[in-house]
């Protein structure tokens, strides 16, 4: 996943096609040592393909998992609905402090 994210930060600074040495050197760079296989794998499976449609289809294929307990957000903002969903965490931590 850590190959992925890396994939998609440099992206975001401009980097559509970013090397195996770019990624492993983002990586490292936070303490993990990257796996060349899996680094390479990610590299060639991503290669040539557009980011930006990469995500939509990832998108896409999320939007069919089964989500359990899934809150409503309305779309108008400012609404309470969403601070209510909240309420149970709330209530569990005024009852849990210590």
Do not use: H, T
């Not at 939007?63 to 309470?80: F, H």
């Amino acid at each position: 996943m850590c190959y992925i994210a890396s994939d998609l930060l440099a992206a975001l600074v401009g980097n559509s096609s970013p090397s195996a040495k770019n990624i492993k050197r983002m990586v490292d760079s936070v303490g993990i040592e990257a796996d060349d296989d899996q680094l390479n794998k990610v590299i060639s499976e991503l290669n040539g393909k557009d980011i930006d449609d990469v995500v939509a289809q990832g998108v896409g294929k999320l939007a069919s998992v089964p989500a359990c307990e899934a809150v409503a957000v309305p779309a108008a903002p400012g609404s309470a609905a969403p601070a209510a969903s909240f309420a149970p965490a709330v209530a569990w931590e005024k009852k849990n402090k210590r």
